[in-house]
C-alpha cells in the first residue's frame, strides 16, 4: 500500500463526491462550467479521498513491519512530525507537530513508522483529543512498552478563517501511559520536547 502518495482513486467515490461538489460550487454562486473551474470537482474529489486515505490504512500493519526485538529500556523520542488533519465538525484542517515518545520493553519500532501512524490517524475526519489518544493506543497495542506519550500541538482554521477569528491560539492535547504517568518521565518528556536542541 502506498502510504505518502494516494495513486488509485475508487471510480464510484470519484464520481460521486464529482457530483456533489460541481453542486457546491453552483450552489456557493459560482459558475462549474467556468473554464478555471471545470475540473475543481475532480481535483476536489480526488483532494479529499487523499485526505482521508487513513481509513484504508491499519496501523498496527505499519508499526509490526518494522518491529525489531531489543533490549532496551531508555526512552525514544521522535518530536516535530508534522500533521495536517481535518476537523471533523466544520471539515476544515487543523494542523501542527506531534511528539510521540514510548520506553521500549523488549521491542522497537523503526522511528518513521512514528510518523506514518501520525498521517494513518490524521487522515480522517477528526477531533486533536481523539487523534492524541489513538496515535498512543495504537503504540502501546503494537509495542506494549514500558510507557509512551503523545503530545499534539495543533492550529484550527475552523477558530481562524471562520467563528471566533484567533489567529495565533494553539491547542495542547497530550496522551500518557505507563510510565509517563508519573511525573518524574512525563517532565523529562515535556523537557525534551521542548527543548530547541536537535
Ligand atoms: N474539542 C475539540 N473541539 C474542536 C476541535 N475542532 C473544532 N472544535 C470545536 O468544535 C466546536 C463546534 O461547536 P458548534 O457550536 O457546534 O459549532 P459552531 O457554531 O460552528 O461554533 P464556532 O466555531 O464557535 O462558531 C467549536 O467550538 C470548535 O472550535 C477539536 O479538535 N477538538
Ligand atoms: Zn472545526
Not at 56 to 63: S, T
Not at 172 to 179: L, N, Y
Request: aromatic share 8%; charged share 25%.
Amino acid at each position: 500500500m502506498a502510504y505518502n502518495k494516494k495513486e488509485e482513486y475508487d471510480e464510484a467515490v470519484t464520481q460521486g463526491l464529482m457530483k456533489n461538489y460541481r453542486e457546491s460550487i453552483a450552489l456557493l454562486g459560482e459558475d462549474p462550467d467556468r473554464e478555471g473551474l471545470l475540473k475543481t470537482p475532480e481535483r476536489m474529489a480526488k483532494a479529499m479521498q487523499f485526505i482521508t486515505q487513513g481509513y484504508q490504512q491499519d496501523a498496527q500493519a505499519i508499526l509490526n513491519s518494522a518491529k525489531f526485538h531489543e533490549d532496551v529500556s531508555e526512552m525514544v523520542v521522535v518530536k516535530d512530525i508534522e500533521l495536517y488533519s481535518m476537523c471533523e465538525h466544520h471539515m476544515l484542517p487543523f494542523y501542527g507537530k506531534a511528539h510521540i515518545a514510548y520506553i521500549p520493553n523488549g521491542w522497537i519500532t523503526g522511528l518513521s513508522k512514528m510518523a506514518r501512524v501520525v498521517d494513518v490517524y490524521s487522515r480522517r475526519l477528526q477531533v486533536q483529543e481523539r487523534l492524541t489518544t489513538q496515535i498512543l493506543d495504537a503504540i502501546v497495542e503494537s509495542l506494549q512498552p514500558l510507557g509512551a506519550a503523545v503530545v499534539i500541538e495543533a492550529s484550527h482554521l475552523c477558530m481562524m478563517m471562520r467563528g471566533v477569528s484567533k489567529q495565533n491560539s494553539v491547542t495542547t492535547t497530550s496522551a500518557f501511559f505507563g510510565e509517563f504517568e508519573k511525573y518524574p518521565t512525563r517532565n523529562e518528556f515535556l523537557k525534551l520536547i521542548s527543548s530547541k536542541l536537535h
